[in-house]
């Protein structure tokens, strides 16, 4: 998923809703947004005269999972005199391997960025090494803490066991309910795509759609 990358220069994009998603091993950059053309020495999402914004963005209940060694699997990039990214939510997801899981390079300025209720396993953290102006960490759980113990995951079983560290951990906010639309705790939701089972309702698959990538 890139947008304003190198094939989109000038391109924004506002009111995206990315849910319910399984991406499973992706290449190179798993998701980027904006980001910095060296050989022309200008930023993508600029058309020439402005900037173009990222507003209204959300990526809920995703399992992001790359096996490529050398990828960043979710990246911002952007420029210090411009606010590209605005109202931006990245809450729920389950973001695997790759490099780097998680990069905001420094220059990148926001307003109402929330990155809440996150893992980040597999790779090296970059999800915290602020300050990143408008950007709100909350309830993330990554390389610094303990193994989230997924269900499987050699086998692509991404659900966080009984004993998981991720489990009631999270804050609550606007999502409530899961991958698999199993109900959230409504005040103390587990981090991560999934919820654990033990708090659940009727699940309703037509909600989700699986993305399947081979190499």
Request: glycine letters at 12%; hydrophobic letters at 35%.
């Amino acid at each position: 998923i890139q947008l304003a990358s190198h094939l989109q220069s000038n391109m924004g994009a506002n009111n995206v809703i990315i849910r319910n998603n399984l991406l499973w091993n992706g290449k190179d950059q798993g998701n980027k947004w904006g980001g910095f053309d060296g050989p022309t020495g200008q930023w993508h999402g600029f058309d020439g005269a402005e900037y173009q914004t990222f507003d209204h963005i959300a990526l809920v209940n995703n399992v992001f999972h790359l096996g490529e060694t050398l990828a960043v699997n979710i990246r911002f990039e952007g420029t210090d005199d411009w606010k590209m990214f605005s109202n931006f939510l990245l809450e729920n997801n389950t973001v695997m391997d790759g490099n780097l899981t998680f990069v905001i390079n420094d220059d990148v300025v926001a307003t109402d960025m929330v990155i809440r209720n996150n893992i980040f396993w597999g790779g090296i953290a970059a999800s915290e090494t602020g300050p990143f102006d408008g950007f709100t960490f909350t309830t993330n759980h990554h390389e610094t803490g303990s193994n989230p113990l997924f269900t499987d995951e050699p086998n692509g079983d991404f659900t966080i066991g009984a004993l998981s560290p991720c489990r009631y951990a999270g804050t609550a906010g606007g999502n409530v309910y899961d991958l698999r639309n199993y109900d959230r705790h409504p005040s103390m939701p587990d981090i991560g795509a999934y919820e654990y089972q033990d708090y659940e309702a009727s699940p309703d698959y037509t909600t989700m759609i699986v993305l399947g990538i081979r190499s």
